[in-house]
């Protein structure tokens, strides 16, 4: 299994990952997994950025295409990093829970993709629902509509899911229709 990422940057709620190439990262509203402390942690990637490794000086503009630059500056490549935030929505330790793990995961450990396996535990779960709804990613319609894209696509039974998790959406937001309304023309539901 080839890592995607290490993690950088950890706390309870999320971690920040480095990717391992410029320009390479899991997509928005992806699920990823870091195994630290004995388990297995589970998150969806709410943000991806690339930035000079040195904070201080920001990128110019050369007006060149990717190629020239890289011909007539390659090391500008060299101090660049594509990097990916995750919130964290579950952790494994014997079976999967839809809740916050323990302890955060260590700085230094290694993200992967989640394999099919994995989705199926967090779609049969829906807890990921309530954490990306009260997340503070300042994005969480866009980001449960994407979770609920993705984990319909591996579905056996597509609409029924949809229906699944378009009433667990009613339950959290039934005080707020206009959002669920948005969000589920997100879902496409």
Do not use: W
Not at 68 to 88: A, C
Not at 155 to 162: E, F, G, N, T
């Amino acid at each position: 299994m080839n890592h995607i990422g290490e993690i950088i940057e950890t706390n309870t709620l999320g971690f920040t990952c480095q990717s391992v190439k410029l320009d390479e990262s899991p997509d928005f509203g992806s699920f990823v997994k870091a195994i630290s402390n004995d388990i297995t942690i589970y998150g969806i990637v709410y943000n991806v950025s690339t930035m000079s490794e040195d904070q201080t000086r920001r990128p110019v503009a050369f007006g060149l295409s990717e190629e020239e630059l890289k011909m007539q500056q390659p090391q500008i490549f060299e101090l660049m990093h594509t990097y990916f935030d995750v919130q964290i929505i579950g952790y494994r330790r014997d079976k999967y829970m839809g809740i916050i793990p323990p302890k955060p995961a260590k700085i230094h450990t290694f993200a992967y993709a989640c394999d099919n396996d994995d989705l199926i535990d967090i779609k049969e779960d829906l807890n990921f629902v309530k954490y990306i709804l009260n997340g503070k990613t300042g994005i969480e319609d866009e980001l449960v509509a994407a979770a609920i894209r993705n984990l319909s696509y591996i579905s056996d039974d597509k609409d029924s899911y949809l229906i699944k998790v378009g009433k667990e959406l009613i339950r959290f937001l039934k005080n707020d229709f206009d959002r669920f309304i948005t969000i589920k023309r997100m879902c496409n539901l």
